[in-house]
């Protein structure tokens, strides 16, 4: 091997060692939605009480989430802090966290998002996510797959044809919410991702591998 080309060897090993996460069942920056509608520029739910979504997860993964999420209308800060929970078939509480007010909390896709210790849950089972609905910190509406205002990631969630049925938006006064509204569809207050936001290393040990190795492709023409 030419020795001019290690450099280039080890510039690249740079880029790619972000984390070993890249090399978990479930991809870095996935999250349950994404809304493919401007939320903001709807109608605003004005229900108060615990609102969300019901899911069931797919047959081919053992999802992994480190993320919990909460609208930011306008992504200028939320007014209130907003506790997002996650729930299993059973009723039972997975995990959850508190998105703080304000903009402390790093924004991605229009959701403020807090880091939680990484929580494996279950293929194949029912989950309901939801947080508190103040009417304050406006989060739009119900969003539908038939409308084309949601897309799913399967990672999550079972897309096989015959089981929309098993996403629905979900609301009530009490926790978890129980009541349920539409098919194929959710209310986008809150979200769950794994890796969603890059942590300052990996982005830092990028951008340097990046410069090096452009450094040495420039090197190398010249």
Known sequence: MKRKSLPIIGAAVLCFAL??????????GSVLFTPNVDLSAGTQN??????GGVFLTSYDYWPQINYLGYYDNGGDGLVNSHTVSLWDGNNNLVVSATVPAGTAAPLYDG???VQIPQTQISYNG???IDAYADGVDTWGDLITYDAGQVTWDGQYENLQSG????RAGRYSGTEPPGNQ??????YPIANLGFNVVPEPASL?????GAVVLLG???KLKN
Do not use: C, D, H, K
Not at 19 to 28: R, Y
Not at 181 to 186: E, K, R
Not at 204 to 208: F, K, P, Q, T
């Open 204 to 208: 830092s040990l990028m951008g340097l």
């Open 19 to 28: 984390s070993p996460a890249a090399f978990a069942q479930t991809t870095n």
């Open 216 to 218: 040495f492709v420039r």
């Open 46 to 51: 004005g229900y108060v009480g615990y609102i």
């Open 181 to 186: 509204s539409g098919s194929n569809a959710i």
């Open 111 to 113: 959701y403020r998002w």
């Open 126 to 128: 029912w989950y309901v």
């Open 163 to 166: 089981y929309e049925f098993s």
